[in-house]
């Protein structure tokens, strides 16, 4: 099969045949229709320390994909051959106390696919029945693929409470415009998307944002004073990872708001925790990936009312053997999601 792997300690990948995997007992052999690129691939591409200190060679990488069940294992009783699914990205251990007591996804003992397994960059995958999630047939395979990253949009947004309320969300990438998305459909008063990137921030308007700042050209921390009247927000969400906004974007927030951190910021960061947090009697959430399946049932919901279309947030679909055209594009932070037709 056509696989795109990282091979070497270095930037880049190679396109490349690979025999077809041979699945366990629990698992299933998928064929991939779409797969989509995430900042985790960015980092194995790149092959920065976030990725070399992580990932063991040579890795088939790749996460967030749709596909058909092709084969079956033993033990897996409520998959058939043919039917479509999509891939939670984290494999529980199935018995630690986080996964006994419905926390799969900060299971103790976590695996990631395509990060610490093989991946869905390629014509067939495993996946462990455990991380599969049958999809509606209205749903398309491209759709499908983003349910992942779309998930972590809504599990953000499910920490809180948005309905009547001043929502800024700092980040503009393909999260932080699903964020945007399930805010305005939880009843916010307004949605504020920031970002640095004009094409980023088009997209968040034409999704639906009612507000979107620019920070490369305005002052946010007071334009938002402005919009509010002096108030802040109820709710921040933080999803660019970047430092040096998590200060500002905590500054926009109201005394006895909640801020929301689901960005990965690359080491510790300075945080003025005393006068954004302890004196606003700030509630912090950190949110990572997607409640198992819990989350997976909402985003299923929204996606089937109709109240909401992702696919327009996917901006460029690739064949795989192009994927130096697609990586230096997703590097760029100025596109939403790359979808993989495979
Ligand atoms: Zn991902
Ligand atoms: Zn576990």
């Not at 960061?269 to 947090?277: G, I, K, R, S």
């Not at 509630?283 to 399946?293: A, C, H, N």
């Not at 760029?332 to 037709?341: A, E, L, R």
Request: proline share 4%.
């Amino acid at each position: 099969m056509k696989a795109l792997i990282k091979d070497k300690p270095v930037r880049g990948a190679t396109f490349t045949d690979r025999p077809i995997p041979l699945i366990g007992d629990n698992d299933l052999l998928v064929k991939v229709h779409a797969a989509a690129i995430c900042g985790t691939d960015i980092h194995i591409f790149q092959w920065n320390e976030y990725a070399s200190s992580r990932v063991k060679l040579p890795l088939l990488f790749g996460h967030e994909y749709a596909a058909e069940v092709v084969e079956v294992g033993k033990s897996v009783t409520h998959f058939r051959r043919g039917d479509r699914v999509a891939a939670d990205t984290h494999i529980p251990c199935g018995h630690c106390f986080q996964c006994t007591t419905g926390h799969q996804h900060v299971c103790r003992d976590m695996k990631i696919i395509g990060v610490h397994t093989d991946g869905a960059f390629s014509e067939y995958s495993v996946l462990p029945a455990a991380c599969a999630w049958k999809l509606d047939p209205s749903i398309p395979d491209e759709v499908g693929a983003t349910m992942e990253p779309f998930g972590i949009g809504v599990h953000a947004i499910s920490k809180t409470k948005p309905a009547g309320k001043k929502v800024i969300v700092f980040g503009c990438g393909p999260i932080g415009i699903y964020a945007q998305m399930v805010a305005k459909l939880s009843g916010a008063e307004y949605v504020i998307g920031v970002d640095i990137s004009k094409e980023r921030l088009d997209l968040a308007k034409k999704m639906g944002t009612d507000i979107v700042l620019n920070a490369k050209e305005a002052d946010v921390v007071s334009e938002i004073d402005k919009i509010t009247h002096g108030f802040g927000g109820d709710i921040v969400v933080e999803l660019t990872g970047n430092k040096a906004v998590l200060n500002d974007a905590t500054r926009t927030l109201r005394r006895g708001g909640e801020i929301v951190l689901v960005g990965l910021f690359s080491g510790p960061v300075e945080w003025d925790v005393v006068n954004n947090v302890i004196y606003k009697e700030a509630t912090v959430y950190g949110v990572t990936g997607r409640i198992m399946w819990d989350t997976w049932w909402t985003a299923q919901s929204i996606l089937l009312s109709g109240k909401i279309d992702p696919s327009p947030v996917i901006t460029h679909t690739f064949d795989l053997k192009d994927y130096e055209k697609a990586f230096p594009l997703a590097e760029s932070g100025t596109v939403g999601k790359i979808v993989f037709k495979i």
